[in-house]
């Protein structure tokens, strides 16, 4: 009952805002911009699968593969202030929707970033400063959550099934998880909610995020690290992690980008190891929202967005040496188990 009334607020919370920021802003996507075959599924269809997304959910949290969430109910004075800052942004997030402008930050760089990638300096979302700020960091998951319902949370939470089942019977705290492009560390408070001798790293480009990754994380603090660097280059040792964790990572990233992550991912994986992979549908995963990915990157600045949509995953992952062992759907998400081929 404390979920099923917890999370009924959250989508009420989060979908409203939704339908008002939509009211306050205009479409999102102007009728003459709308993609071919952009046909989206209305709101009853949205609501229902969200609904199975959160009786899954709870489903998992029966079954005991992770336990309820820790901020089930969250501090008032905080979703409030969040709300506020959204609704204080939204007019400059549909300035630049109309003026199509996704490269922003690159006009007054933070300092430092210069040396980022130029694939990543980007107003990913049209959002204020991209990932380069303490204000784009503190905004970031309202603004996700907002854009998914409220179920972003609960999509994230299905990479935690596979995570105890690798775990079951192993000593936590010698077993090592690495969260690749862990922004803010919304998942990996999750994570150490329910394994809080295992040690994590967050790793992320943004020091602005990672920040607020290690705040989030404070609690866990002598057990967790932050570590700011590319996915494509990770300074990590070679088969040092048991588990590594990549969520909403390979839309975000340019073609020939994807494969040298990949690589990375098999390189730090321990032989016995698993990697947990969460990130958008694709098409043809669930045909009734085929037309939401056509108009997700026209509606949100994801320039590598589409092209992600029709990649073959599973033969990218083959090509770094991993193997799918599973995959299963989740509301707008997909999530997959990968392990390392056995060697001959």
């Known amino acids: 009952m404390a979920y099923a009334a917890g999370q009924a607020a959250r989508v009420a919370w989060y979908f409203g805002q939704y339908a008002l920021a939509a009211r306050l802003s205009g479409p999102a996507v102007p009728a003459q911009r709308r993609p071919a075959g952009a046909a989206t599924p209305d709101t009853r269809a949205v609501l229902a699968a969200l609904r199975a997304l959160m009786e899954r959910d709870l489903a998992n949290i029966e079954a005991g593969y992770y336990r309820m969430p820790h901020d089930l109910v969250p501090a008032p004075g905080r979703?409030?202030?969040?709300?506020?800052?959204?609704?204080?942004?939204?007019?400059?997030?549909?300035?630049?929707?109309?003026?199509?402008?996704?490269?922003?930050?690159?006009?007054?760089?933070?300092?430092?970033?210069?040396?980022?990638?130029?694939?990543?300096?980007?107003?990913?979302?049209?959002?204020?400063?991209?990932?380069?700020?303490?204000?784009?960091?503190?905004?970031?998951?309202?603004?996700?959550?907002?854009?998914?319902?409220?179920?972003?949370?609960?999509?994230?939470?299905?990479?935690?099934?596979?995570?105890?089942?690798?775990?079951?019977?192993?000593?936590r705290a010698a077993c090592r998880l690495l969260d690749v492009a862990a922004g803010t560390g919304r998942f990996l408070t999750f994570v150490k909610d329910n394994h809080p001798r295992l040690e994590t790293?967050?790793?992320?480009?943004?020091?602005?995020?990672?920040?607020?990754?290690?705040?989030?994380?404070?609690?866990?603090?002598?057990?967790?690290?932050?570590?700011?660097?590319?996915?494509?280059?990770?300074?990590?040792?070679?088969?040092?992690?048991?588990?590594?964790?990549?969520?909403y990572l390979f839309h975000e990233l340019p073609r020939r980008v994807r494969p040298l992550v990949a690589a990375e991912i098999a390189r730090v994986l321990k032989p016995d190891g698993i990697a947990v992979f969460v990130d958008s549908l694709q098409h043809g995963d669930d045909p009734a929202m085929d037309g939401l990915l056509r108009l997700f990157p026209v509606a949100f600045h994801e320039p590598y967005y589409a092209e992600y949509t029709t990649a073959d995953l599973p033969a990218l992952f083959a090509g770094a040496g991993l193997r799918v062992c599973g995959t299963e759907l989740a509301f707008l998400s997909k999530v997959m188990v990968l392990a390392k081929n056995r060697l001959p």
């Open 79 to 171: 979703v409030l202030a969040d709300a506020a800052a959204f609704f204080a942004d939204l007019p400059a997030v549909a300035r630049r929707r109309r003026e199509r402008s996704g490269t922003e930050v690159r006009r007054a760089p933070p300092p430092g970033s210069e040396r980022l990638p130029a694939y990543y300096r980007r107003n990913f979302h049209f959002q204020t400063d991209g990932y380069l700020s303490t204000r784009s960091a503190r905004l970031y998951d309202h603004q996700v959550e907002v854009l998914f319902g409220g179920g972003a949370d609960a999509m994230r939470r299905q990479a935690l099934v596979p995570i105890h089942r690798h775990l079951a019977g192993r000593h």
């Open 201 to 247: 790293t967050a790793l992320d480009l943004s020091h602005a995020y990672l920040a607020e990754a290690r705040r989030r994380l404070a609690p866990w603090a002598r057990s967790s690290r932050t570590v700011v660097a590319a996915a494509e280059a990770m300074p990590l040792p070679d088969v040092s992690q048991d588990v590594v964790t990549c969520i």
